[in-house]
């Protein structure tokens, strides 16, 4: 079982907040709260078996097991539009939504990594719009997703090594080809939809359709969205994001684990399950139909 030092440490490389653990364990939040601040020195064996189940489950579970389930009103989802050929992706990427949809197993006042309690502006979480967002001093650097802040620390160097030797292996091929598809790296705004609570900053996105693309920002759904786990990050890129990301019309999405030493792969448009890979070998665009690939050893030496 995990000491309390340990789940401390879970607990912020996962991204959990003392409320979110709470209703995925099913202990009192006040217990947890006062298990992590060290207010009860000796914890229930019970407690501590609830909070370790959870703590030791890897994230990647909850997405896998909440992309197959789908919980669709309908039944089992089936892909109804067919992949566009590679002799147009490059020329031509824009698709239609992704035709089925997944659901957040997960019901929360204040999701996994979000800034829980905090009033601004006289709004609580959940409350605040993209005009709350744009208000921010420029220094702030967040994300806002259903109208939660969550915080963004500076990346580190691995971070920016992996998204860096990703953005640039795949800008290279999209242009050799003579591809019109645009790459960015983070930070970009991105106003994924039209619900006015959710800007994201992707680590690295591709757009294909040029109307999306203003002086500031991106308008819409990318059609390539890449994210690189930190320690804070995992289970808002693992669950969160992920929802967010596939209902928005997100094609492709990729999320990149060092911890792990692993790749996560998303193709909403044509597989029915995730496909998660070694960071070994290369790894093929599904959007571009395979002819833009990643050398996931060049990935890999970022994680030793």
Same mark, same amino acid.
């Given at each position: 079982?995990?000491? !309390?030092?340990?789940?401390? #440490?879970?607990? !912020?490389?996962?991204? =959990?907040?003392?409320?979110?653990?709470?209703?995925?364990?099913?202990?009192?939040?006040g217990t947890v709260n006062k298990i992590f601040s060290g207010e009860t020195k000796q914890p229930r064996r019970e407690t501590l078996l609830a909070l370790d189940k959870l703590l030791s489950a890897d994230p990647v579970a909850y997405s896998s097991t909440a992309f197959m389930l789908r919980g669709l009103k309908q039944g089992a989802a089936t892909p109804v539009t067919e992949s566009p050929s590679s002799d147009f992706v490059l020329r031509d990427s824009s698709s239609?939504?992704?035709? =089925?949809r997944i659901r957040p197993e997960i019901?929360?006042?204040?999701? %996994? %990594?979000?800034?829980?309690?905090?009033?601004?502006?006289? #709004?609580?979480?959940?409350?605040?719009?993209?005009?709350?967002?744009? &208000?921010?001093?420029?220094? #702030?650097?967040?994300?806002?997703?259903?109208?939660? +802040?969550?915080?963004? &620390?500076?990346?580190? !160097?691995?971070?920016?090594?992996?998204?860096?030797? !990703?953005?640039?292996?795949?800008?290279?091929?999209?242009r050799e080809k003579g591809g019109s598809?645009?790459?960015?790296?983070?930070?970009?705004d991105v106003y994924l939809c039209e619900d006015q609570q959710t800007v994201v900053q992707p680590d690295v996105q591709i757009v294909c359709d040029p109307s999306k693309i203003t002086e500031k920002s991106i308008v819409g759904a990318p059609d390539f969205v890449l994210e690189v786990i930190s320690p804070s990050t995992g289970f808002k890129d693992y669950t969160i994001k992920l929802h967010k990301y596939?209902?928005?019309?997100?094609?492709?999405?990729?999320?990149?684990?060092?911890? #792990?030493?692993?790749?996560?792969?998303? =193709?909403? @448009? %044509? @597989?029915?399950?995730?496909q998660i890979l070694?960071?070994?070998?290369?790894?093929?665009?599904?959007? +571009?139909?395979?002819?833009?690939?990643?050398?996931?050893?060049?990935?890999?030496?970022?994680?030793?």
């Open positions: 079982m995990l000491t !309390i030092e340990e789940m401390k #440490k879970r607990k !912020i490389q996962y991204g =959990y907040t003392n409320t979110l653990l709470s209703e995925l364990s099913g202990v009192p939040v239609a939504a992704s035709s =089925y019901s929360d006042p204040a999701p %996994g %990594g979000a800034c829980d309690g905090v009033e601004i502006c006289g #709004k609580k979480p959940g409350e605040y719009t993209i005009e709350d967002y744009l &208000a921010l001093p420029d220094d #702030k650097r967040v994300e806002l997703i259903d109208g939660f +802040f969550y915080d963004m &620390a500076s990346p580190k !160097i691995r971070h920016q090594q992996i998204c860096g030797e !990703i953005y640039a292996a795949v800008l290279y091929q999209i598809c645009q790459v960015f790296m983070s930070p970009v596939q209902e928005a019309g997100v094609r492709e999405y990729w999320i990149a684990d060092p911890i #792990k030493k692993r790749l996560m792969i998303f =193709y909403f @448009e %044509g @597989e029915e399950v995730p070694p960071l070994e070998g290369q790894a093929a665009l599904r959007i +571009f139909g395979g002819e833009v690939t990643v050398d996931l050893d060049r990935i890999r030496v970022y994680c030793e």
